[in-house]
């Protein structure tokens, strides 16, 4: 069996130098974790809440991002992290409803809070048109390293640069497919077909979870849960102005839709499915501003969640029901946790999960009803 690297010791400072070659070095202002090289990859262990190791069918493991049961062979591929247009222009998106986990958060603190969709999605190869791709920003690097996903963007302003230099930081940057869909250049990139295949090939960078991959992120509850106690959420109104995100719940299929201005948020290139939900995470979040020294701040209003090495507090909704829950992070591979009041994990249901990193500033304005 495949096994995880062990980390070896606490967070170690390492020096930056010039990349070249493929080969990634570490920023001086950032920490990772030291790993013992070893002849064993990563494993992926089980997702589900069972006493006794449970007997799936032939051919088939839990996928360890939604709980569902999917082909074996995908055991350890990694899953990738797509930065996606959320522009009214930008819509509709292609793809979005075979995203495993959907994190939406804001992408700047100027037109009006404008947010973008980061994607992971496990069974890559199945995807023909995902997208618009747009660029990414820091926080977005911090929440693919901890997931050990292959982060596909293009471009971002230069603050994302240091992270994309580290190794445990595995980056596509542009050079996707461009499709004529009548609308400006920025709106036209995808991936498509067969792009990825070529992304890993020309990179190098491994399909398969690799020594930085540290432990599943969630628990799956063995059957279908409610919460306990819960208060209602049959709405779930976010307060992201730009785009006036909310879920409401659906309770023939037990699922949370999406909307965003003032629409149903639909795939074309399924169906015109619209992206629904199984489970929604919310996260009371600081940010920051990036500065430019002396006090002077980023004039684009570009900012970074204060995610590593922090906690803070939440709602984790399903079936129609709230809790509240806290949240915590360590360093930048390291998972985000999410805990009940009892100051146990949180076992989730199986599906797919929507998490909305929500300012700080902004939590009271949130409506869950």
């Not at 974790?33 to 449970?54: L, T």
């Not at 969709?117 to 660029?135: H, N, P, Y």
Request: hydrophobic content about 35%; aromatic content about 12%.
């Amino acid at each position: 069996m495949k096994k995880r690297a062990l980390l070896l010791g606490m967070m170690l400072t390492l020096a930056v130098t010039s990349v070249g070659c493929g080969k990634k070095e570490a920023d001086a202002n950032i920490t990772e974790p030291i790993y013992e090289e070893s002849s064993e990859e990563a494993v992926v262990g089980d997702v589900v809440d069972n006493e006794e190791e449970e007997d799936l069918p032939d051919g088939k493991v839990r996928n360890e991002l939604t709980g569902e049961l999917i082909d074996e062979s995908l055991a350890n591929q990694r899953p990738i992290a797509v930065m996606v247009d959320n522009e009214s222009i930008a819509l509709p998106h292609y793809g979005l409803t075979q995203a495993d986990v959907v994190y939406e958060m804001m992408n700047s603190t100027e037109n009006g809070r404008i947010t973008r969709f980061m994607a992971l999605v496990k069974d890559w190869e199945t995807l023909e048109q995902f997208g618009s791709i747009r660029s990414a920003r820091v926080t977005n690097c911090i929440l693919a390293a901890e997931w050990n996903a292959v982060l596909c963007h293009d471009g971002g302003p230069f603050y994302i640069d240091e992270y994309i230099a580290l190794p445990s930081v595995d980056d596509f940057n542009g050079g996707f497919s461009r499709v004529n869909n009548g609308k400006s250049r920025e709106y036209t990139e995808y991936i498509v077909s067969g792009d990825l295949d070529k992304k890993f090939a020309s990179t190098g960078a491994s399909k398969e979870y690799n020594k930085y991959y540290t432990e599943n992120h969630f628990k799956f509850a063995k059957e279908d849960t409610d919460i306990a106690d819960g208060t209602s959420a049959v709405t779930v109104d976010i307060p992201f102005p730009h785009n006036g995100s909310y879920l409401t719940y659906d309770e023939s299929e037990k699922v949370y839709k999406y909307f965003e201005y003032k629409k149903e948020h639909v795939d074309p290139q399924n169906g015109n499915a619209q992206l629904s939900f199984k489970n929604v995470i919310l996260q009371c979040t600081p940010f920051e501003l990036h500065s430019w020294g002396d006090g002077v701040y980023d004039p684009n209003g570009y900012m970074y969640y204060k995610i590593e090495n922090n906690k803070g507090t939440g709602y984790y909704i399903t079936n129609g029901k709230a809790e509240e829950i806290t949240w915590s992070k360590g360093g930048l591979t390291d998972n985000t946790k999410y805990y009940d009041a009892s100051g146990n994990e949180i076992k989730i249901n199986i599906g797919k999960t929507y998490i909305a990193l929500v300012p700080d500033d902004a939590w009271s304005e949130l409506v869950v009803e």
